[in-house]
């Protein structure tokens, strides 16, 4: 192929994620037509698969799995235009940038949602959200794993607290699934959106949901869905193992070839393995000069995402520069913590290998960096 100058770097950030040779490969099967039987040889096991990742048997007919053509944001969408009805009051359970994003998809579609908001680097206090949650809310939405911080909430908790309150738990799993166990049925939760580009180690460009059918049901009630965010239609279609507007047949492709990797895999060893990078980062930080620590509690420590507090004084930008020499796409933090932080994402398909050699390269290069 003509050389078009694209840097082919390896993707240490939180999302878009490494793509195995392999994946990228299966972009090259057929395009195919999405109304043609076609459409099933490859959605159908995806499909499978994807339940079976979310801790659902395959043939479970409680829960359906929607392939959304778009990212994590436009499953986030179809959440809140399905599953708040006007003049119900919702609640958004925050604890970074993102569970703010899902608090800015709610209002900006018209929904009546209040914010509760905890501290950057925090998880989400259980005793403060029981207190919140006696004001009546018919639904709570929440972050299972916070990007910006590498926070991760404990889903089961959370869920089973918000279900005592009477309401419907919807999660924002989008950096997470498919890196830890997603605990749907545990934290009873009505909807859990996700996407492709993270821990699922694909590009991106579906958004994915696991509803249940007391979601489909409850959605029946909810006037002015929308088009594409009504997870209605998109249910009927992954009836059929079809999407509701036309799939992203190369995506779908490397769909398929993956989640029967994943399964290949053993799901719980791709959890492992998320959780022993994660150990192996934790350990590495510790190695760091003074001034680097751990952002996120350790009980709340991501395994996909170790977001790591630096000095002040940290050239964060000329070390991602430093890095791209190297080879690799640095995250030096998310812009909007106000803490200096960079994020370590041992996410998807990295091997615990790669990420061994990954910090090394940060290690050499760091103390360069840190003017004093
Ligand atoms: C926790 C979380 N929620 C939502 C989003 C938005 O997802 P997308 O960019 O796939 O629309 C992201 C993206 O990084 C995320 O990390």
Redesign the pocket.
Known sequence: MRDYGFVDLTLFI??PTYVRQEILKAGELPVFGHRDKEAKLRLEPAIKNLKEIAGIEKDNPNYKVLLIPG????A?EASVSSLIKDGDKALVVSVGA?GD?YHKIATSNGKNAELLRFEDGKAIDISKLEDKLKENYSVVMF?H???STGVMNDVEKVGKLIREYNALPLV?G??IFGGAPAKIREGEIAMYST?T??CLGLP?GF?IAIVSNEALEWAKDVKNRGYLTDIREHAKSSEKFQTANTTPTQLANQLFVQTEYIVKEGIQNRFARHEAMKNITLEWIKTLPEGFELFAPIENASPSVTCIKVPESLDRDGLKEKMREKGYLFDPGYREVKTPTIRIGHIGDISIDMLRTYLDVIKENISSFCNS
Do not use: A, I, R
């Open positions: 939180t999302g990212t994590g944001s436009d986030l993102f994003l972050t794993n916070e990007t924002d989008v950096s996407s580009q993270k991106p958004g």
